[in-house]
């Protein structure tokens, strides 16, 4: 738990860390996250899933410099999304595993290597390859999400989360606009480069801010894993849940990635920046729901 004074710098908006937070139980109480600390929250997560998304306005360019054809350059969003699920299988169970700040520290430093490797990527080979492992690391937000309602106050939980939650929704949204005006500045791999210089700012002040858990389960990794399909197959409301998922995001992805190789073709002949354009679109019913968090 906190110390008084603790309490009295998060109140303030100090975001100094706390050396050790004890896993708490639902009726323990605890003092309220500052909003820089949410803030610092909301953007971890929308940068991290904004990795996942750069790619899909940039698609014409990657595929004119790597020489990728047309026709499959939609690989390159499958294979972001397609260790993106991985992730959510095989890395955040790790956060009831291994000591999240840690967990959050090594997941961020190795997206930097990633977004580095697709930014300095010369083959398709190798781009393929660090989009895998960027969408295998951006399962960070899952991790970051539940660490935000742990440290929250049962009271503010359901506002804390809504918060954080927005910034993944933003940062879904506005990747495409960021990535189409740097595309256009720089080239497509400044996009990454300069994320990975981000992603490393947001590790360091990550570090400096997020508290010390202890670990409270003794189960082992296979046995986290096996728990995972056992929620599915006794949970029925999250089956239903999965499938509208699944089905939101196939629709989402069939409407965007071939977005860009019809706006930037004749008759329109969009630049990078105006296609992103079009993710401004969505932004409004994200401002919405952090209006109303």
Known sequence: MRSGAEARSAEGGDVRPVEEVAAR?????????????MALFAVACGLAVANVYFAQPLLDSMARDLGLRPAL??????????????????????????????????QMSLSVLALVVVGLA?????????LAVVGLLAVVIQVLVAFAATLA?????????GLVTSGVVIGILMARTVAG????????????????GATL???????????RERVSTHLSYSALLRSVFTLFVEEPVLR???????????????????????????????SHSQVGLFGLVGVAGALGAVSYT
Not at 181 to 196: H, I, P
Not at 204 to 210: E, F, N, S
Not at 248 to 262: C, D, E, G, Q
């Open 153 to 161: 106050a049962p009271a503010e939980r359901g506002r804390v989360v």
């Open 181 to 196: 005006f740097l595309s256009d500045l720089a080239g497509w791999r400044s996009v990454y480069l300069v994320s990975a």
């Open 122 to 130: 010369p083959t398709g080979a190798v781009l393929l390859t660090g």
């Open 73 to 106: 350059v939609g690989i390159v969003v499958t294979v972001t999304q397609v260790g993106y699920g991985l992730g959510l299988l095989l890395v955040v169970p790790l956060g009831d595993l291994v000591e999240r700040r840690r967990l959050v520290a090594v």
């Open 240 to 270: 239903v849940r999965a499938v509208l998922a699944l089905l939101m995001f196939a629709s989402f992805s069939t409407l965007w990635t071939p977005m860009v190789l019809l706006l930037g073709a004749p008759p329109f002949s969009l």
């Open 25 to 37: 139980s639902e009726g323990d109480a605890a003092p309220p996250l500052s909003r820089a600390v």
């Open 201 to 211: 700012l947001l590790v360091v002040a990550l570090v400096r801010v997020l508290p």
